[in-house]
């Protein structure tokens, strides 16, 4: 019963070059706005030798050019599947009047949707050299971001080797509020939170000019593709969350507050932002205010995890994918996520979508099927 449950309740979410150019890089306890440019001939020793920059043949340099705004800042992971912080992170960029280059994964509509909206398209992959200069040459800045995937650490060093190698002016990060609570003898049972703490390790190293950013849970996984389908067929939040408190953030938010990092990043970098909504609550006050916001009874459930887990893996979810989910789960169970960042306003000037009015927006996915709301 409690497997079938978690397979309907799930329901569809299964469907589903390169020439001689000056570098920049953080110099060195130079602070958080202080850059560097290195001659050719420092380029050309740095070259045969990996080491430290030495912080005397650093320049502080300007980086808000005209060259600079002419430059396209590049948005990967850009036609979005989950929460889709690339997509719209395009959208808020553009609205700044600012030239976005799109990567995206295949030619498909979203791809078509993304130049309609006026960026600059180009299909490639993350974990491959060709398509990452492809991709880059012509960039100053990157926000870099992609799917939930055993591939996540490759990614980023591809994609981190090559913006090194180009030259950038700012490199944002996206990474999980939990890497808060991670060190090099503290991880957790998520191989994705794994990647994203190593990932986090080797920018460290790199000396590009890193912004991370990393918040906690999205309203678009747990409150919206994994909890809709159970909402409309019984009234239900059926999640596998205990009683532990989260404070979910809107994935809308964080492409907003990267929007915001990437419109002027000079104060940024070197910064590490956490990121969430705007209250910590129970799943009991979750479902006490989807109730409200659809004007109907709706309960929390705190479905077993095997069974929730195994649901997961029949609709189509990869390993990779259910074992986060699943770890994630059990953290929120233990109160791991039961914390609180006012970092949302302070990045954008503007409160965090609250789950009342996630809900409202997103009513007619929570509608049961054949009512007039559907
Ligand atoms: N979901 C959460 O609760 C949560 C919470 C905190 C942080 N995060 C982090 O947020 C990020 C996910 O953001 P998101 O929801 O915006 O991502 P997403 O929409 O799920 O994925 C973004 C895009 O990445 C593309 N992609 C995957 N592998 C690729 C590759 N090898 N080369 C090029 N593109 C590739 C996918 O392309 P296709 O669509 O064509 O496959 C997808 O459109 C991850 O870093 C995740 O850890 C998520």
Redesign the pocket.
Known sequence: MAAGYACAALGDAGDRAFGSRSRRYLAPGGGAARWSRRTDREERSRDHNDGPIDPTVTRVIDMTTKHEHDNPILV??A????????RSLTEFLLARGRKVRA????EDARAEALRRLGAEVVK????DLASMHRAIDGCRRIYF?????P??LE?TINTAAVARHHGVDVFVN????TVTQMSISETTDSP?HKL?WLAEQALSWSGLPVVTVR????L??FFLQLAAPGVRASDELGLPMGGGKTSPIS?VDVARAVAAILDDPAPHIGQIYDLTGPESADLDHYARVFSEALGRPIRYRDVPLPAWSEGLRQAGFPAHVVSHLSAMTELNRQGRYDRMTDTVRKLTGEAPTNMRDFVKLHSAEFAPRGSAHS
């Open positions: 990967t992971g036609a979005g599947a989950v929460g889709g912080i690339g990567l995206v994964r295949r490639g992959d993350l974990t971001g992609m799917s939930v995937s591939a996540y990614a996206m990474s999980q509020m994705q994203h918040p906690t849970v999205f678009e996984g994935a």
